[in-house]
């Protein structure tokens, strides 16, 4: 089985986002991690923007 790449995203949020994340995250039986992704996702297909087949930037100096 193929394994998928992972990037990680840090941000800083209002502690009340924070904890509205958890709660939707908890009702729907969701990582707080994969609730954002739910969420980003949504977003992007509501604003027309593909996330399949995205290959993210080379972050080497070469590339």
Not at 2 to 26: E, G, H
Not at 39 to 56: F, K, V, Y
């Amino acid at each position: 089985m193929a394994r998928t790449k992972i990037s990680t995203l840090n941000l800083r949020i209002d502690p009340a986002i924070k904890s509205a994340v958890r709660q939707a995250a908890a009702r729907e039986h969701r990582s707080v991690a994969n609730m954002v992704e739910v969420l980003i996702r949504r977003h992007c297909d509501q604003a027309g923007i593909s996330t399949t087949g995205i290959e993210p930037k080379s972050e080497t100096a070469d590339g």
